[in-house]
């Protein structure tokens, strides 16, 4: 679709003039049927005309209406009020009927003209009765609801009640009005709840052009005597779908206008009245909605099937799965983010010849769009202007937290961030399990050479991401180990918080898994389940419905985890409660043993901090606790805070006392000798 009206000076000029010699043919088919009394002789005005034509005046019908065809033969595209009329469907008499009410918006002395034709002082104002006297070949057709006068809102009619139709006030709607004077843009009542979508720079990706194509040549197939259907672009990525969506914008000559659903009204007659005048819109204007489906909850979801139900004009609509119900036969696309070869290339082309591997780096660990990786590229050249940083290692920092921050899923009361501390010198670990541990930093690191370089990513469906198990007793080290390898790999940890997860409503534990799996699916940051056996437990034989429901849940997060592409954590200490599906699905599991004493040792000897003042503590002596590293962080503490209250340093005795006090929380029996320190009890 072209632009309707072209904004030059030339064009505004030519239908300034066709709008004046129209609204003069109405004031001139007015004062001649003015009653004689009131005529008073009008002033010479001079039509426009040809040259071998003779010179009439704009006050008399035939000039005027010769003067409005002269100005349209001469303008290309053709005057407002003609475009207008071709595109909304008004017969001659109903354009006639608008230009008489939008005459009197545009010429105050047309209000006493139509007092004194219809002989009352008190209805200076247009009716249908004054129209169908006025104009040539009336019509009754023209008062009905279904014509575009009414059906399209180009008139507003104040019928108070009693007062016939035909007598009421008629009014041109003001963004009309200013259609036929050439001032185009979006009607208000519109333009609050619709933002414009913008095509980004560069283009599409190849993967996402050929959905795109895909997409348009479905669109161009339908016959054109069909109301065209939604374009529904699908897939969970809504950054890659506004793309897509404004880049079909561009190439069918569009405006893409997005609606959140949230801000459509929920009346019928407010719905209504905002698909007529979307509809007009699409008409008059180059434009098509976006409508933003993917947040939509089941009220919403129903007020845009009945929008897209009501409007015959283009729509692209963005969710997640098909919407089988808009359209008998959708048009439809699966819009994804970039492949990982194509997000390294975007970086390499966003970063320059000298990216090196940083390219593949921040595609192997980030899933990004193309705007987004240009934009972050974009920001980070002007924060090394700024401090004068252009050193590659603090480029590489500076575009790694960039990443990271922009992928950080918003879990809300899902899962809880936990700002990692812990780092290989703090925790303490068997050599195997620390052998381990590196091993999950290590495949964690080298994901992108070996599924993307080395292929294992075309031969797999699932499976691409990492799933751990840490078990071991309470205490032992594990959600410590966590925050190890957050820290080292420098992406977020996130805590589930099971309790807001499994829900007792069916379903609703199955659609928060999802949410929690789709915003972590960017790269940024690591799931930990903490005591993972209350989500990941045995599937049990079905004797209620309870127990079909809860094994439903557990296929679903089987499903899911091996879909899962990050690493994910589950840490438990009954691992002889876990499903055995779940076993097979892990790619590490790491037994946190209790810890012996030369662990212990190492253990206490880290837990007080360098900046803590001790006094002779036997690190070897407090081995002998049977404790865990946990109770020992505990016990160091409360220690500290002993000393802090006598003003002194961390000894032995406060230790021991702080020692004693936790084997009495945890119900062991305290035996009195092992708490005395030279001869002394603590």
Known sequence: MSEVVVPQSDWLEANGRYMAAAVAWVRALLRRRLPQEVVAPPPRRLGWRRRDEPIRSLEDPAGARAAMDQAAEAMTP????????????????????????????????FAMLCAQVQGDPARPYPTFALALSLFDDPAWDVLSPERPLRGWRLIEIAQPGGIALTVSALRADERIVNFLKGVTYLDDRLGAMLTPLTAGEGGLPP????????????????????????????????????AVAAWIGDALGLRLLRLDPALLPSGPAELDAFARLWRREARLLPVALYVDADAADAAQAANVERLIGRIDA??????????????????????????????SALWGAALGPDAGDLADVLAGQFNLGAGAIAELVRRERLASDDDGAGDETARRTRLWDAARAISRPRLDTLARRIVPRATWDD?????????????????????????????????????????????????????MAAEVLASHLRLDLFRIDLSTVVSKYIGETEA????????????????????ADA??????????SHDRYANIEIDYLLQRMESFGGLAILASNMKSALDTAFLRRL????????????????????AFPAATPTDGLDFDRLARLNVTGGHIAVIALNAAFQAAQADGSVTMPMVLNAARIEYRKLGRPVNESDFRWQGAVA
Request: glycine fraction near 6%.
């Open 512 to 531: 928060n898994l999802r949410r929690l799996f789709d915003a972590a699916e960017d790269g940024g940051a690591i799931l930990f389940f903490d005591e």
């Open 427 to 479: 925790i303490v670990l068997p050599q195997a399990e620390t052998a381990l541990l590196h091993g999950v930093a290590d495949q964690v690191g080298q994901r992108a050479k070996v599924y993307r370089q080395w292929g294992f990513a075309d031969r797999m469906n699932r499976g691409l991401g990492i799933t751990v198990l840490f078990a071991g007793p309470s205490g032992s080290g594990k959600t």
């Open 207 to 242: 993967s996402q052009q050929a959905a795109a194509d895909l997409a348009l040549r479905q669109w161009r197939a339908v016959d054109a005597y069909q109301a065209p259907p939604a374009i529904q672009l699908l897939g969970p990525d809504a950054s890659s779908k506004r």
């Open 587 to 606: 790619r590490f599991v790491l037994d946190f043993p209790f810890p012996g004493v030369p662990e212990r040792s190492a253990i206490w000897r880290r």
């Open 78 to 109: 053709p005057p407002a009020l003609i475009i207008l009329a071709d595109r909304l469907g008004l017969s001659p008499l109903e354009r006639h009927v608008l230009l008489l009410c939008a005459a009197v918006e545009l010429d105050t002395s």
């Open 535 to 544: 989500l990941f437990g045995k599937r049990t034989e079905v004797k209620e």
């Open 314 to 343: 283009p729509v692209v609509l963005a969710a997640r799965q098909l919407w089988p119900h808009t359209d008998d036969a959708p048009v439809a696309v699966d819009i994804d983010k970039p492949t990982p070869a194509e997000q």
